[in-house]
């Protein structure tokens, strides 16, 4: 049988090329150090056209490096990964040079005229990896949010991602519906054979629908990845001159919102990031909410509603010196009351804020992000939990959850059929790692059964 690595070359192999690529991947220039990687056939030939000889493999080697007509380009250090034990499971090269913009452009410009070097296109580095057996899909995504990553809670996420959990746990799913069709195919094509169970369906199926709600519950945690990927969505609401564009400022430390006296000032969405405790938070200011608004401000109003309703946190600002009521449905949220203006009100209790804050003063401002950061992080996937982090993985276990549904949908219906309908379900779980082989069902039936003996 081909293995899973090869299977994948054979049907994706046409994509890869025998080019040799090279690229800047260590970063923006100008840097302390630069890192130039190579990758390809032509690899070795870079790291003797440039510095003379082949280094020990995995041993960097510091000397001159120079072009093909012996003009010196800088010194720095050189390293080989040879195939198949490299990123991309084909001969690898680094130079490690001073990050200079000259610097780094000569070097690749000697690399890319050699015969067969070209620069490498966007991720396509990652792409051969894959092509190659040495990462899946789900690897493959991780480490681009791990190179995206902004937040601590964003490296821990993409971190606890790349670790293989999540391909061990759709793995480990996807062989309990092959094990599934393999007895009950088994039970269709061999029920003659003394030592096939004559009937197993019970069992399988009551496996099959335990197996549809542990992928339901597993989707339904997406929420909480996009939390960490996107981050945790604050909305601002509340009357005209509430406060809401002067909180945004204060919370930013820096002026993104234009303030006047004059209501009606913010007719649009205006957006900030904060990072509150290593998680992302996004925090919106929205217009004013008032009646007898003209055109261009109700459709502000509208845009504003429209964002509370689906917001994980809203803040419903008042002004403490002349609070007026916003009355709208927001039942479905998590709405906290915040008084503003509070260096300019009595002092005392007696209102039915949940929090009194100044931006002025800053009072209560650190209350205020202590209650949104704990809110955040309530929000977010436990440390350890996993959950689908992309909208990909959940449409392929949506799609798996809807085969296990026809498979469980008619328990009169032909084997024949609901078999039929494990495959695709199994199927769709393959597809999030990119490991669907056609030959595994057979090796779980002759591994279970001692058929043709």
Not at 412 to 438: F, H, N, P, Q, Y
């Amino acid at each position: 049988m081909l293995n899973f690595s090869h299977s994948r070359q054979m049907r994706l192999g046409r994509e890869a090329s025998p080019d040799t690529i090279v690229a800047l991947s260590s970063g923006h220039l100008p840097s302390g150090v630069a890192v130039v990687r190579v990758s390809g056939p032509g690899a070795r030939a870079a790291i003797a056209s440039l510095s003379g000889s082949l280094p020990v493999p995995r041993m960097a080697r510091y000397g001159a490096l120079r072009s093909p007509d012996g003009a010196l380009l800088d010194h720095g250090l050189t390293l080989l990964f040879p195939a198949p034990n490299s990123f991309t499971g084909e001969d690898c090269a680094e130079f490690q040079v001073h990050g200079g913009r000259a610097v780094v452009e000569a070097v690749l410009e000697t690399i890319t005229g050699l015969p067969g070097c070209r620069l490498a296109q966007p991720g396509e580095f990652s792409r051969r990896a894959f092509l190659n057996g040495k990462m899946d899909l789900l690897a493959t995504e991780a480490t681009a949010d791990i190179v995206n990553a902004e937040t601590e809670a964003q490296r821990r996420f993409a971190m606890l991602n790349s670790g293989g959990g999540h391909a061990a746990l759709y793995a480990q799913w996807r062989e309990r519906l092959i094990r599934a069709r393999a007895f009950i195919e088994a039970e269709l094509d061999f029920s003659d054979e003394g030592d096939v169970p004559g009937s197993v369906s019970d069992e399988i199926w009551r496996d099959v629908a335990a197996l549809r709600r542990e992928i339901d519950a597993h989707a339904a945690g997406y929420g909480k990845a996009e939390i960490v990927r996107d981050g945790f969505d604050v909305v601002l609401i509340g009357a005209p001159n509430a406060g809401k564009s002067s909180l945004l400022n204060a919370l930013a430390h820096r002026d993104v919102a234009i303030v006047t006296a004059e209501p009606g000032t913010t007719r649009d969405l205006i957006e900030v990031a904060l990072d509150i405790g290593g998680l992302k938070v996004r925090v919106t200011d929205t217009a004013g909410i008032r009646g007898n608004a003209g055109t261009v401000e109700m459709i502000g109003i509208e845009r504003a509603l429209a964002r509370a309703r689906t917001a994980g946190l809203v803040l419903l600002l008042e002004d403490l010196t002349d609070p007026v009521a916003v009355e709208e449905d927001l039942q479905a949220v998590d709405v906290v009351r915040i008084g503003t203006k509070a260096d300019l009100a009595p002092p005392g209790g007696g209102d039915d804020h949940d929090l009194r804050i100044s931006c002025v003063s800053g009072q209560g401002l650190p209350d205020l992000l202590d209650m949104i950061g704990r809110k955040a992080r309530a929000a977010a996937p436990l440390m350890g939990e996993l959950v689908p982090w992309r909208i990909r993985h959940v449409e392929l276990l949506h799609e798996c959850s809807r085969q296990l549904d026809a498979a469980l949908a008619d328990p009169t219906a032909s084997l024949e059929l609901r078999s039929e309908e494990l495959r695709l379900a199994a199927t769709a779980l393959g597809r999030i790692s990119g490991a669907v082989d056609v030959e595994d069902l057979l090796d779980v039936i002759f591994s279970q059964f001692c058929i043709g003996k």
